[in-house]
């Protein structure tokens, strides 16, 4: 994912809806010189920066994409994870992603609009995920949604990486 390209994206969506850098960087919770260096391409934002960013402007993450078949990924505190398809259909925009959490820390992401929704199916490893302040758990062949419309957390249980699939619905307003 190219940083320079994720920065005139950003800027581009914050001026198109007359949101000052000042503005978005409070709503968002990260710094007014962390805003401004993504998006002048001299920052390589967080995962975590860019779904708070995304959450704010009312847009699914791939907003922020150029090309979306080029299976971008991104990476955050525990969380990998790779683009694998965006579409859409009258009443939602999906985004799929291959994800992997790393063991031993625990990423916290931000809320996103309201209305998404996350589905993970777990292959490998037992995750827990969900709520920040209610996280639900799923071994292997598991199943997790959840309303990620308030902050919520990612973690691997035990030694073993999770490997698994996240579906995000983001509806249309």
């Known amino acids: 994912m190219d940083p320079a390209v994720v ?4 800027r581009a969506l914050r001026e198109e809806q007359g949101i000052s850098l000042s503005t978005l960087a409070r709503l968002a919770g990260v710094g007014k010189a962390t ?5 002048h391409g001299t920052r390589n934002p967080t995962l975590e920066t860019l779904w708070a960013v995304t959450a704010q402007l009312g847009v699914p993450f791939t907003a922020l994409l150029a090309e979306p078949a080029a ?3 991104v990476h955050g505190t525990a969380v990998t994870a790779t683009l694998l398809e965006v579409f859409t259909d009258t009443d939602a925009t999906y985004e799929l992603y291959r994800m992997r959490v790393a063991p031993g820390v625990t990423q916290l ?3 996103h609009a309201p209305g998404v929704t996350e589905h993970v199916t777990v292959f490998a490893g037992v995750l827990r995920a969900g709520p920040a302040d209610a996280p639900l758990t799923a ?3 598991g ?3 959840w309303v990620s419309d308030v902050p919520h957390s ?3 249980v035990g030694d073993e990486e999770v ?3 996240l579906l995000l619905r983001y509806p249309r307003r």
Not at 7 to 10: F, L, N, Q
Not at 35 to 39: A, N, P, V
Request: hydrophobic share 35%; aromatic share 4%; proline share 11%.
């Open 7 to 10: 920065g005139r994206r950003v």
């Open 35 to 39: 805003l401004s260096g993504l998006e």
């Open 71 to 73: 299976e971008p990924t």
């Open 109 to 111: 992401s931000p809320a």
């Open 139 to 141: 071994p292997a062949g």
């Open 143 to 145: 199943h997790l949604r």
């Open 154 to 156: 990612y973690a691997a």
């Open 163 to 165: 490997a698994a699939s």
